[in-house]
């Protein structure tokens, strides 16, 4: 297991997105199906999903070096793909999708 990845399990196991603010990049967007988000909207549509019943199930590293982070994990029963990159040691862009 890799350090970006052992961050972002971390963080998602504790079920706590405020832990987030430390380690997004200052310029961070999301790219959602319906949009970009910033990191406070990001922050947000987190807490809600944790809120209505989300749970981390059968994380897996795809990949990892200095600049980018791809995992997975299933949601719902449907298997979900993070492709994240990484700037100045911080997650700057993620994109999601899900294979339903």
């Known amino acids: 297991m890799s350090d970006k990845y052992r961050k972002v399990i971390s963080i ?6 405020e832990l987030l603010r ?11 199906e319906f949009g970009l988000l910033t990191a406070e909207e990001f922050i947000e549509d987190i807490k809600k999903s944790i809120e209505t019943g989300w ?8 990949y990892e070096n200095e600049t980018s982070l791809v995992w997975e994990h ?18 700057w862009r993620e994109m999601v999708n899900r294979n339903v």
């Open 12 to 17: 998602a196991e504790k079920k706590n997105p």
């Open 22 to 32: 430390d380690f997004l990049h200052s310029d961070f967007i999301y790219v959602s």
């Open 55 to 62: 749970k981390l199930v059968e994380p897996k590293c795809l």
């Open 74 to 91: 299933v949601s719902n029963g449907d298997l979900v793909t993070h492709v994240q990159l990484w700037k100045d040691g911080k997650l």
